[in-house]
């Protein structure tokens, strides 16, 4: 096959920029652009939540612009003398950069288009900042080969960005990086690499464990390998082909994985990092993994969200720039980051507590913002249920029986590629269980299903839910999908979380351990975190069965599941609280 001319490859994956850009926020700025396209004053809706006054001051911290943003195209030459395409914008007056020194932000480091940062950019250039967005090798204009999956390469031609900023005679010295998604992976890979002028970072909706959190969730193959290799970032389709394969030839956990996740570097991280995420977001669980392992050096704001669109910069259209306004905040969140730690300005402040955290409901942006030293809080009191024969869930150990459910691999509706959708119409079960009105077959067969009576107050479920089961397997394997769901009194079923788990994996991700069919095995499956209030009226529920289509891959094995009922099969909720 006739390979083609690198810029014409580039060209033909143009398709793939829309997908992109729509992951990171933003739709495309104009080749001109200075700087964010004027636009009415809106406000965004999350802003007018009920919330503590310190986090409501907090959230609304801005200030106005003091430059335009003057944009520039550069090439910067790494230390094997790959050149990398970036994107400069420097505050400046009448379409001429201002000589003066000022601080510097890596705004994004990825191989999604730099052209995606370019709002965001603009804004902190206003208002004094030097802000630079790169490609990186082997994508987009920069030159070299693009080294598959977070290589070493990658990470060091960070780092050389970070110092070949700071080292500029319009800069202080002092800089910061943030990025979404692959970008806020690169921003904490090279914190890691303690870069001397680097000084704090913002990753936002960041993987700590790629393979666990998107690939192989719980072991389980998922269909976002392939969706990487099809729509993902500007590379060759050779590059797309090649990581993808690396994916399949590594479903385990091992060192080409250990070797990309970013959970076993935190502990070399050094500067601090505010760490924005959604709790619908498939990478919903990296913030709590950094503020576990890094409590002191980590500030986690976590919202309503999926995957992008929830950061509104000031002064451009949300609707060109694919904003849920009334699901978003202002992303003057990050210019209080950076005025804090690189301006140095008096009125920039910290979070108001270590954790501000979005507690949501069954209607959309309806919820209130709470602020937490730790999380789950010190106060709060775990609660542990126990599903029962009929379908209940019970504060008690019930008497020990079985109830059997059929692996079904197509069982479904699970979310898209960005995460769980709850307020989605598409996302509700109740019809499906009731007439198997989707093609995915009957669900109310397919799963086991135990239900919480009606809550009479209001009450919040903040922390990491984890279904605790013991169940034996027809098949030498199976997949689990337990998913935590609010049942509403117009009797939609909404979902919350979801949690995966291969049978094989259950001792751990790295080696796989046969089961004997038949024999009672117990599982743990993790759901992950969440900040939810049930309504009077509403129930909680919890499911058990074998897929979600269409995230995961449809192979699971044949077979039945019996779940054993008694004191080893339980769901514990660890801050369960009512609130009257």
Same mark, same amino acid.
């Given at each position: 096959?006739?390979?083609?001319?690198?810029? +014409?490859?580039?060209?033909?994956?143009?398709?793939?920029?829309?997908?992109?850009?729509?992951?990171?926020?933003?739709?495309?700025?104009?080749?001109?652009?200075?700087? #964010?396209?004027?636009?009415?004053? *809106? %406000?965004? =809706?999350?802003?007018?939540?009920?919330?503590? +006054?310190?986090?409501?001051?907090?959230?609304?911290?801005?200030?106005?612009?003091?430059?335009?943003?003057?944009?520039?195209?550069?090439?910067?030459?790494?230390?094997?003398?790959?050149?990398?395409?970036?994107?400069?914008?420097?505050?400046?007056?009448?379409?001429?950069?201002?000589?003066?020194?000022?601080?510097?932000?890596?705004?994004?480091?990825?191989?999604?288009?730099?052209?995606?940062?370019? &709002?965001?950019? =603009?804004?902190?250039?206003?208002?004094?900042?030097?802000?630079?967005?790169?490609?990186?090798?082997?994508?987009?204009?920069?030159?070299?080969?693009?080294?598959?999956?977070?290589? &070493?390469?990658?990470?060091?031609?960070?780092?050389?960005?970070?110092?070949?900023?700071?080292?500029?005679?319009?800069?202080?010295?002092? *800089?910061?990086?943030?990025?979404?998604?692959?970008?806020?992976?690169?921003?904490?890979?090279?914190?890691?690499?303690?870069? #001397?002028?680097?000084?704090?970072?913002?990753?936002?909706?960041?993987?700590?464990?790629?393979?666990?959190?998107?690939?192989?969730?719980?072991?389980?193959?998922?269909?976002?390998?392939?969706?990487?290799?099809?729509?993902?970032? *500007?590379?060759?389709?050779?590059?797309?082909?090649?990581?993808?394969?690396?994916?399949? +030839?590594?479903?385990?956990?091992?060192?080409?994985?250990?070797?990309?996740?970013? %959970?076993?570097?935190?502990?070399? *991280?050094?500067?601090?990092?505010?760490?924005?995420?959604?709790?619908?977001?498939?990478?919903?669980?990296?913030?709590?993994?950094?503020?576990?392992?890094?409590?002191? =050096?980590?500030?986690?704001?976590?919202?309503?969200?999926?995957?992008?669109?929830?950061?509104?910069?000031?002064?451009?259209?949300?609707?060109t720039h694919g904003v849920d306004l009334p699901n978003a905040i202002s992303a003057s969140v990050v210019l209080q980051w950076f005025d804090h730690w690189l301006a140095k300005r008096p009125g920039a402040q910290l979070p108001?507590?270590?954790?501000?955290?979005?507690?949501?409901?069954?209607?959309?942006?309806?919820?209130?913002?709470?602020?937490?030293?730790?999380?789950?809080? @010190?106060?709060?009191?775990?609660?542990?249920?126990?599903?029962?024969?009929?379908?209940?869930?019970?504060?008690?150990?019930?008497?020990?029986?079985?109830? +059997?459910?059929?692996?079904?691999?197509?069982?479904?509706?699970?979310?898209?590629?960005?995460?769980?959708?709850?307020?989605?119409?598409?996302?509700?079960?109740? #019809?499906?269980?009731?007439?198997?009105?989707?093609?995915?077959?009957?669900?109310?067969?397919?799963?086991?299903?135990?239900?919480?009576?009606?809550?009479?107050?209001?009450?919040?479920?903040?922390?990491?839910?984890?279904?605790?089961?013991?169940?034996?397997?027809?098949?030498?394997?199976?997949?689990?999908?337990?998913?935590?769901?609010?049942?509403?009194?117009?009797?939609?079923?909404?979902?919350?979380?979801?949690?995966?788990?291969?049978?094989?994996?259950?001792?751990?991700?790295?080696?796989?351990?046969?089961?004997?069919?038949? @024999?009672?095995?117990?599982?743990?499956?993790?759901?992950?975190?969440?900040?939810?209030?049930?309504?009077?009226?509403?129930?909680?529920?919890?499911?058990?069965?074998?897929?979600?289509?269409?995230?995961?891959?449809?192979?699971? #094995? @044949?077979?039945?599941?019996?779940?054993?009922?008694?004191?080893?099969?339980?769901?514990?909720?660890?801050?369960?609280?009512?609130?009257?």
């Open positions: 096959m006739t390979r083609l001319p690198r810029r +014409r490859r580039i060209g033909a994956l143009a398709a793939t920029m829309a997908t992109a850009l729509t992951l990171a926020g933003f739709a495309s700025a104009p080749a001109n652009s200075t700087g #964010p396209a004027p636009a009415r004053a *809106v %406000t965004p =809706g999350l802003l007018d939540s009920p919330a503590p +006054r310190a986090i409501h001051d907090w959230l609304r911290y801005d200030r106005p612009a003091e430059y335009e943003s003057v944009r520039s195209q550069i090439r910067v030459p790494m230390r094997d003398g790959t050149r990398i395409a970036c994107d400069l914008y420097r505050p400046g007056h009448d379409g001429t950069a201002d000589t003066a020194r000022h601080p510097s932000v890596m705004a994004d480091f990825t191989p999604y288009l730099r052209i995606a940062s370019g &709002p965001r950019a =603009g804004y902190l250039a206003e208002r004094g900042y030097n802000v630079l967005s790169c490609d990186v090798r082997g994508s987009g204009n920069s030159t070299g080969t693009f080294p598959s999956w977070f290589q &070493p390469k990658e990470t060091t031609d960070n780092y050389d960005l970070i110092e070949w900023l700071a080292r500029q005679p319009y800069a202080t010295g002092d *800089v910061g990086q943030m990025g979404e998604s692959y970008g806020s992976i690169t921003s904490y890979r090279a914190a890691a690499l303690k870069p #001397p002028h680097l000084r704090a970072i913002i990753p936002i909706v960041s993987p700590t464990d790629i393979y666990a959190e998107w690939v192989y969730p719980g072991g389980v193959p998922s269909v976002n390998g392939a969706w990487w290799a099809n729509s993902g970032p *500007v590379i060759s389709p050779e590059d797309h082909t090649n990581t993808l394969r690396g994916f399949q +030839r590594h479903p385990l956990y091992d060192a080409y994985w250990k070797q990309a996740v970013t %959970t076993n570097k935190l502990r070399d *991280v050094e500067v601090p990092a505010l760490h924005i995420g959604g709790y619908f977001d498939i990478f919903k669980n990296g913030g709590f993994d950094a503020l576990e392992q890094r409590p002191r =050096g980590t500030w986690l704001l976590n919202g309503p969200w999926t995957h992008g669109g929830f950061l509104h910069v000031p002064g451009t259209d949300p609707v108001p507590d270590r954790v501000i955290s979005y507690a949501s409901t069954s209607a959309k942006a309806s919820g209130r913002w709470e602020g937490h030293r730790t999380w789950p809080s @010190a106060s709060a009191s775990g609660t542990r249920l126990y599903p029962t024969e009929d379908g209940a869930l019970a504060g008690s150990a019930p008497a020990a029986t079985g109830l +059997r459910y059929q692996v079904n691999p197509i069982d479904g509706p699970s979310a898209d590629v960005t995460g769980t959708l709850p307020y989605d119409p598409g996302q509700n079960q109740a #019809p499906a269980e009731r007439n198997g009105a989707l093609p995915n077959g009957n669900y109310a067969t397919n799963r086991a299903t135990f239900t919480l009576p009606a809550f009479t107050a209001n009450t919040t479920l903040a922390g990491p839910v984890t279904l605790h089961l013991n169940a034996s397997i027809s098949a030498e394997d199976t997949y689990f999908v337990s998913k935590l769901e609010t049942v509403l009194p117009d009797g939609r079923v909404l979902p919350i979380e979801t949690g995966y788990l291969r049978a094989q994996l259950r001792d751990s991700l790295e080696k796989a351990r046969p089961v004997t069919p038949g @024999a009672p095995t117990q599982y743990t499956i993790a759901l992950g975190q969440t900040h939810w209030q049930f309504k009077p009226g509403e129930k909680l529920r919890v499911t058990i069965g074998g897929g979600d289509s269409p995230r995961i891959i449809p192979d699971n #094995p @044949a077979g039945s599941v019996t779940v054993h009922l008694g004191g080893r099969t339980y769901v514990d909720m660890p801050a369960l609280r009512y609130l009257g």
